[in-house]
């Protein structure tokens, strides 16, 4: 499949091109800074854009069978990029074509059960964090549950390095206070999401998280 990757250049965001390279697709990496890419590939192509304006996008996802952005906050400075990429996709979005986005445990779902005690005080903290981590990443959601288009919102909680287990859970999980993911885990994910041909996740926010 060809596959456009938003956010190729951070953490789970490299983990995401090297699984889809190794699973034999054929990728594109949407950066602000193509000198961040360390990654050379015969299937990997590198174009430089911004993210927030659609026509870029537009061109970017022109023959793409999906997009998958593992946009994040690096610093505690006030962004919204994870809202404005998102308008930018759904904007030229076509039928057809998925969107798998990545997000913390911070953004609820109705489908999920009452979380601990812990999960409520980590979800508190997450809201405190200066930057707008927690409003951006609940709006670009929103954005996403409203449109019409294929999407899949993939949740984590706080992630941790470390080689790819694959064996972890997805659903609508019960996360406590200690519940971490494992990003290549949380990648690995991320990509059988958007590669599914049964989209078996389709319009639905799952949770990423270790087996206990």
């Not at 956010?7 to 699984?19: D, I, P, Q």
């Not at 993911?181 to 799952?206: I, L, N």
């Amino acid at each position: 499949m060809n596959l456009l990757i938003l956010g190729a250049t951070g953490k789970v965001g490299r983990l995401v091109v090297a699984e889809a390279l190794a699973r034999g697709h054929d990728v594109t990496a949407l950066v602000r800074n193509p000198a961040k890419v360390a990654q050379t590939h015969p299937h990997l192509t590198v174009i430089t854009g911004n993210l927030k304006d659609p026509d870029v996008m537009r061109q970017a996802l022109a023959g793409q069978d999906a997009v998958i952005s593992a946009l994040g906050h690096k610093s505690l400075a006030k962004s919204d990029i994870q809202t404005a990429a998102t308008r930018a996709v759904l904007a030229a979005l076509q039928p057809g074509q998925r969107f798998v986005s990545l997000t913390g445990q911070g953004v609820s779902d109705p489908r999920d059960p009452a979380p601990t005690l812990g999960a409520r005080l980590v979800t508190a903290g997450i809201k405190l964090v200066p930057g707008g981590l927690y409003a951006d990443g609940a709006a670009h959601a929103r954005l996403m549950r409203e449109s019409a288009a294929d999407w899949t919102l993939v949740r984590s909680p706080v992630m941790t390095g470390g080689a790819a287990t694959h064996h972890y859970r997805v659903g609508y999980l019960k996360i406590g206070l200690f519940t971490t993911a494992r990003r290549a885990d949380v990648a690995r994910f991320m990509v059988a999401a958007a590669t599914d041909p049964a989209g078996k996740w389709s319009r639905q926010a799952p949770m990423v998280a270790s087996r206990q």
